[in-house]
């Protein structure tokens, strides 16, 4: 490790180009102290760990001199390194991991193997250039390796695969940040001790429990547990064949994985009921802003912009703060809130291009681009290009094959409509808005002329928020192309009850699909119940 200027610096001690490794490939470069001190030196003595540590920061900091406060910083409690700072030479692949830094205390070597077994680590390095950009806090989760009460080794192992899953699953959300599996396997095979936990991974999450079998059955034990009070959020239980367990991948994971993001949403938004802004945490301000968004009330709405403006005052180079802003004002407009849309139509380009000027290739600010360019601008090109280019980035971004179903449903390709949107929901881990997805799935089983289907979507949807303008909507074209005369003209009732002024005439005239046959087919079904 050394100075891109020449003679500036060179770290040449094991441990000290081991810190640095550490660090470089820690997600954002940070590490916890502990986790440092107990990877190199041991955690048979704390206090000898912690010595040894201090000691060697201070040689790096002596070594690298003024360059020291551009490169690393430090806390009571972390290590980071600021990884824009830093440029990984060479190509991944040509040689061994860390080969020849001999090292022996073991936690280190299983740290060292595990990245050996796992290449994919060290590529990313070289093909991020995003890596070092900063992200909003949000809450962060580790999932244990599920015990094995009985210590079998086929257990062991399809418990650690089990959290393995649930790791992947939840990654997939930027509201959330997620320990990697290696690092929370290194506290496996001992009963979780939750201060244990918070210290090493500084997770505000956990993920824990055990598996056993009784006869030909496996039964799993999940709890999801407060990192910080030890309080368990919910509990669950899970049981089939072994069979079962290893064919069927989702198998009692969906409900583990939905039943996280949930209860993150939930668990957040009492906490910040009746706080003052300035007293809630940085890692629950953008949850608590995104779930509120999505909530049916124009009270909860507005303080969710309240939220969000607070979290971009802390963390003004997050891309994705900008992009969730962005998607307020679009909501703002399509949900009739919106006092001068032009303004909002504005602001919602604005903040989504802030966002792409903070980082180009963010997938989740370029699919919100895409959304204000779809739904405000009716520029259904130009948000096809940013739903490509951010799948592209990232083919698992659950809300850009989300809105991708909403543009082919707004094109008439029905078809690629419905493929889209149950890719979306098969994607989504975390559902402070689930009803967004089945309002959208019921759209695209419109284009579809599935109008059975596309009914349960739109009645899934307002059992979660009946005041959704979209999804009556929805479901007045779905009664009306099923005959359910009678009930189309209810629901109507309803929409003109929540939209006074509603206009047919209007409602077209902004609509992307309105040149096309679906568009077409909801103006018909809205004008069949009485509006004009």
């Keep these: 490790m050394r100075s891109l200027e020449p003679g500036a610096f060179e770290i040449t001690g094991k441990k000290h180009r081991a810190i640095f490794a550490l660090l470089a490939t820690a997600p954002h470069g940070c590490r916890s102290r502990t986790f440092l001190q107990e990877t190199l030196w041991g955690a048979s003595c704390y206090d000898t760990g912690r010595q040894s540590l201090r000691r060697a920061l201070s040689d790096i900091k002596s070594a690298l001199g003024p360059y020291f406060a551009e490169l690393i910083t430090t806390n009571n409690s972390e290590v980071t390194l600021n990884l824009s700072n830093v440029t990984f030479a060479g190509q991944p692949g040509q ?241 009739g809130w919106s006092s001068d849309p032009s303004r909002d139509t504005k602001s919602a380009v604005g903040n989504t291009a802030r966002a792409l000027d903070i980082d180009p290739e963010n997938a989740f600010s370029l699919t919100i681009d895409g959304f204000a360019h779809n739904n405000l601008l009716r520029r259904l090109d130009a948000a096809s290009d940013r739903y490509e280019k951010a799948l592209g980035q990232n083919p698992n971004e659950s809300l850009s094959w989300l809105l991708r179903s909403a543009l082919f449903a707004f094109q008439d390709s029905g078809n690629s409509a419905v493929h889209a949107a149950d890719k979306a929901r098969q994607l989504s881990p975390i559902d402070p808005f689930k009803y967004f997805f089945d309002c959208l799935s019921a759209t695209a089983y419109l284009a579809a002329e599935d109008y059975e289907r596309a009914l349960s979507f739109a009645n899934n949807s307002l059992a979660q928020n009946k005041r959704h303008l979209s999804t009556l909507r929805a479901k007045i074209t779905a009664l009306h192309f099923l005959d359910r005369t009678d009930e189309a003209v209810e629901v109507g009732n309803e929409l003109r009850r929540r939209q006074p002024n509603f206009s047919v005439n209007e409602y077209m005239s902004a609509h992307p699909a309105a040149d096309y046959q679906s568009g077409k087919n909801v103006a018909r079904a809205l004008r069949a119940v009485g509006f004009q």
């Design 95 to 335: 040689g061994v991991f860390l080969e020849g830094l001999d090292i022996l205390e073991p936690q280190f070597l299983d740290w060292v193997e595990a990245i050996r077994n796992n290449p994919e680590q060290i590529h990313a390095l070289f093909r991020a250039p995003s890596a070092s950009l900063p992200r909003p806090p949000v809450p962060t989760v580790t999932v244990m390796p599920l015990l094995s009460i009985e210590s079998n080794p086929e257990l062991t192992v399809l418990g650690d695969w089990f959290a393995e899953e649930i790791c992947r699953s939840l990654s997939r959300t930027n509201l959330l940040a997620v320990i990697s599996h290696l690092s929370s396997r290194t506290l496996a095979g001992r009963r979780v001790d939750i201060e244990v936990v918070r210290s090493k991974l500084g997770v505000d999450y956990c993920v824990c429990g055990s598996i056993r079998q009784i006869g030909d059955q496996v039964v799993t034990d999940v709890d999801f547990l407060d990192a910080e009070t030890g309080r368990i959020l919910w509990t669950r239980q899970f049981s089939g064949t072994l069979q079962e367990f290893v064919s069927d991948p989702a198998y009692g994971l969906n409900n583990i994985v939905t039943s996280v993001g949930n209860a993150i949403a939930s668990d957040t938004l009492t906490y910040v009921r009746g706080r003052p802004i300035s007293e809630i945490a940085d890692h629950r301000l953008l949850m608590a802003g995104v779930s509120l968004m999505h909530k049916a009330t124009l009270r909860d709405f507005a303080k969710s912009r309240e939220l969000l403006d607070e979290a971009i005052t802390r963390s003004p180079q997050a891309a994705e703060v900008y992009a969730w802003r962005g998607k307020w004002h679009v909501l703002s407009v399509i949900n």
